[in-house]
């Protein structure tokens, strides 16, 4: 089908979207949802910093202190550790 036109649905982008969600709802509509999603996140990252935090210490002793073998395996640690350990189904 050589010549035949093809109508494209282009979108706005995110600036546009962004301003009509103003428009219409207000800046208080960007926020909204922010309060539950904070409850459930902050335990899990205190529970990955103290985790992350007493590996370091326990790694400074074992590698040369805070060097990246000591960053990069406590970072995995904590990262298994909220994975896996706190759950309970």
Not at 19 to 33: A, D, Q, T, Y
Request: proline fraction near 8%; charge should be positive; include cysteine.
């Amino acid at each position: 089908m050589a010549g035949a036109s093809v109508n494209r649905v282009v979108s706005p982008g995110p600036l546009h979207c962004l301003k009509v969600i103003l428009e219409k709802e207000g800046p208080r509509s960007l926020f909204r949802g922010l309060g539950p999603n904070l409850v459930g996140v902050a335990p899990s990252r205190a529970i990955y910093f103290a985790a992350y935090s007493n590996c370091k210490e326990k790694l400074n002793g074992i590698f040369d202190p805070d060097s990246t073998q000591v960053h990069m395996i406590s970072a995995a640690m904590a990262g298994i550790y909220c994975t896996f350990l706190p759950r309970k189904e």
